[in-house]
């Protein structure tokens, strides 16, 4: 196959777009350790954190940003085909890497490149099939990640244009493709970042973060078949070697559980607007007061039942694409709109209005005034 334009990773231009998976307070912890049996997690920690600049994280809406798709009359009219393009960092930090599986290819002998590529597939269905949105950007964008990015690299973010993974370190992190709900996660960023444009800071960050875990786990059911009931609501399950006391690295249905663990330490997402964090840290505690809106989504799911992508996941698609945020939105402006979508789509004091207030009131939130 031919090879793709390489661009360097090290412009500081390229780290403002940059929207990882594990936050900076975790990598932080890891990468002081001091002791022999993670000395390669540490600086693979040291490493990540150093790469992508995770305090300067920018996930707001940028010059690319679209308005709700409209067909324009020299458009080709199918829409809903996937277009997926694999790349191989080959343990470098260049992207996209050495393109490696196209769409429509065999699957190659890399582990890594198939699950890439196959949760890319996940992801696209999900976005077709229950919300008729045609890719990221609702036009038909190739899907494009890169795999083996880095040596031993800790991590997997959305750079604005791509997913990419790292390997893990094996002591701590294992490969980041191995998570359907990274994949997932990952890649919604791109959607927020075509539609509500979040801004990756404060409540608003918290609220892309959010966003991307609901999606992310979304993705994950919606291929498996999952109900809410039987659903795990992890995000970044089977990412943890089996040295981790820990699921995964956050949990929708029970914020601050997903890990307790003697060298990570506990997972410290809040669930409720009570033990909100201020800190300035991870852009303003995106990473940590996500847990707030995510255990909301998670409530009015379990409320419903059946499947979480169908009147939950409806809601919270059509709050994040129907014009209603600003790139600034609270979660009080956050929690109102979703209110008000519930209302629209299936009517005053239906059992989805019901349940979206019911969600807010769980975790403290109290929406805006109209």
């Known amino acids: 196959m031919s090879q793709m334009p390489q661009r360097a990773f090290s412009s500081p231009a390229a780290h403002h777009t940059v929207c990882a998976i594990v936050p900076p307070f975790l990598l932080a912890r890891i990468a002081t350790l001091d002791d022999p049996r993670f000395e390669r997690a540490a600086t693979a920690a040291r490493r990540s954190l150093t790469d992508v600049a995770h305090e300067n994280l920018d996930h707001g809406r940028s010059k690319n940003t679209l308005p709700p798709r409209t067909l324009l009359p020299d458009e080709p009219s199918v829409r809903g085909e996937i277009t997926r393009a694999i790349s191989d960092a080959r343990g470098t930090e260049t992207l996209p890497g050495i393109l490696v599986r196209e769409e429509g290819a065999p699957a190659t002998n890399d582990v890594a490149a198939t699950e890439a590529y196959d949760g890319l597939g996940h992801t696209f269905a999900l976005f077709w099939e229950v919300f008729q949105r045609d890719s990221i950007d609702d036009r038909s964008a190739t899907l494009e990640a890169t795999v083996h990015f880095g040596n031993l690299y800790d991590n997997a973010f959305w750079d604005g244009t791509r997913m990419v993974f790292g390997d893990g370190d094996g002591e701590i992190f294992d490969s980041f493709t191995r ?192």
Do not use: C
């Open 179 to 370: 998570s359907l709900s990274v994949i997932g996660h990952e890649l919604a960023h791109g959607v927020t970042e075509y539609t509500a444009g979040l801004v990756y800071r404060d409540q608003s960050g918290a609220l892309n973060e959010h966003v991307s875990d609901v999606f992310g786990a979304l993705v994950e059911q919606y291929a498996r078949g999952t109900t809410a009931a039987d659903a795990s609501w992890l995000v970044g399950e089977g990412i943890f070697t089996d040295e981790v006391e820990g699921t995964a690295l956050r949990s929708l249905k029970a914020p601050g559980t997903a890990y307790d663990d003697d060298v990570l330490g506990k997972d410290p997402q809040p669930g409720h607007m009570d033990d909100y964090i201020v800190t300035q840290d991870d852009n303003g505690g995106v990473h940590l007061n996500s847990g707030i809106p995510n255990r909301a989504f998670w409530s009015v799911a379990d409320t419903l039942g059946g499947f979480a992508w169908q009147q939950a996941g409806q809601i919270w698609y059509d709050t994040l694409t129907g014009g209603s945020l600003t790139p600034h939105s609270t979660f009080a402006e956050f929690s109102a709109a979703t209110i008000e979508t519930a209302l629209a789509l299936f009517g005053e004091d239906s059992a989805e209005h019901r349940a979206v207030i019911s969600g807010w009131a769980l975790v403290g939130v109290v929406p805006a005034a109209a």
